[in-house]
């Protein structure tokens, strides 16, 4: 039997099985950047989520990322081409089905356009997905390819953390990412999906997003820790985390 108690806002793990490894205490929700649009989250509890896994070698080597390590609880792909949806190459448990998503996250799920086109170029639509982790209001934007529709805010409630893609050419590019920044107007907005030497693909580099905002407003880390709503606001604005699984 495993037990959990709550001593000073950390979860503390007590094992009475003399061969079951204890859970480790998480003192906060940590997010890691592995590449493209691959975003790990590990919860409070302890409990592992990614998103949007790629195919490491993937598009003929030119994703060269490096294959994604660890063990997976719950897998949450926003549409099934290949550099998003390679749940094949994870190990865990990977629960993905929309009913336990919804059951365990509330995750919401919101259908866009891969293009200005209306995903004819790009192939057809992209299913954003937001979901409740620890308390905050995450946001994944896939690879969404149109301006941001004025009719898809009026319900929403605040983001607190978005990936949001800015490489351009399959996606939004930089001037259009600074115009979902400021329709959604998150807390904390994560820049994923654009260039960088391990994916020869046509996105430009995370620089051009940038460009359009002050230096005091961009922040730059490993991994992002967020322990409570007040750590949350320390880290307002851009924030460019590290590539984990650049070759």
């Not at 259009?176 to 904390?188: K, M």
Request: charged letters at 20%; aromatic letters at 10%; hydrophobic letters at 40%.
């Amino acid at each position: 039997m495993i037990a959990r108690s709550i001593v000073s806002n950390k979860f503390i793990a007590f094992n009475d099985v003399a061969n079951t490894p204890p859970l480790r205490y998480i003192e906060a929700m940590k997010i890691t950047f592995f590449g493209h649009a691959a975003i790990g989250v590990e919860t409070l509890s302890g409990e592992t989520l990614i998103f949007d896994p790629y195919r490491s070698g993937g598009f003929g080597g030119k994703m060269a990322y490096r294959p994604i390590e660890g063990e997976w609880d719950w897998v949450v792909i926003t549409h099934n081409h290949d550099d998003h949806a390679a749940i094949d190459t994870l190990s865990g448990a990977l629960k993905n089905d929309p009913g336990s998503l919804m059951e365990a996250f509330q995750c919401q799920i919101y259908p866009l356009s891969h293009d200005e086109y209306e995903g004819a170029r790009f192939g057809g639509e992209v299913g954003v997905r937001i979901l409740n982790i620890d308390g905050f209001r995450v946001c994944h934007l896939s690879d969404v390819g149109q301006a941001p529709p004025p009719e898809w805010f009026a319900s929403l409630d605040h983001i607190d953390v978005c990936f949001l893609p800015v490489g351009g050419f399959f996606t939004i590019g930089p001037l259009q990412g600074l115009e979902w920044y400021r329709a959604l107007s998150p807390t904390i907005l994560i820049p994923i999906h654009y260039k960088t030497d391990s994916v020869d693909l046509p996105l430009e580099p995370v620089e051009h997003f940038l460009s359009y905002f002050p230096p005091d407003m961009i922040h730059t880390s490993s991994d992002l820790e967020i322990l409570d709503t007040q750590d949350l606001e320390n880290h307002q604005g851009i924030v460019v985390l590290d590539v984990k699984n650049k070759k």
